[in-house]
């Protein structure tokens, strides 16, 4: 081998470690980014059982308070009679 031929071996030799060495580190980033990814996938999983699980417990609280509320439209109806009442009663009693 002549000079120049040792020296272009000795180069392509040199770029190839490097081409490696820059694989292997797209490769170890290519690797970070998915489990990033997978992590990422999982958590929103978890945030939407999370957020459904409470909107269920919101939806059953709102059902209760509809079913526990006080039935003011019936409350009224009887003070008014009871009102009336009275004012007759204050009317010819007096």
């Not at 997978?38 to 409470?54: A, F, S, W």
Request: no cysteine; net charge negative; charged share 30%.
């Amino acid at each position: 081998m002549t000079v120049p031929e040792a020296s272009v071996a000795v180069e392509l030799e040199r770029l190839r470690g490097t081409v490696s060495t820059g694989v292997a580190e797209i490769k170890g980033s290519l690797s970070v980014l998915v489990e990033r990814s997978d992590r990422n996938e999982r958590d929103l999983v978890q945030l939407r059982e999370d957020t459904q699980k409470e909107l269920d417990e919101l939806r059953a609280d709102v059902e209760a308070l509809k079913r526990n509320r006080w039935p003011l439209p019936a409350i009224a109806a009887v003070t008014g009679v009871a009102g009336a009442v009275a004012g007759l009663l204050a009317l010819f009693l007096h």
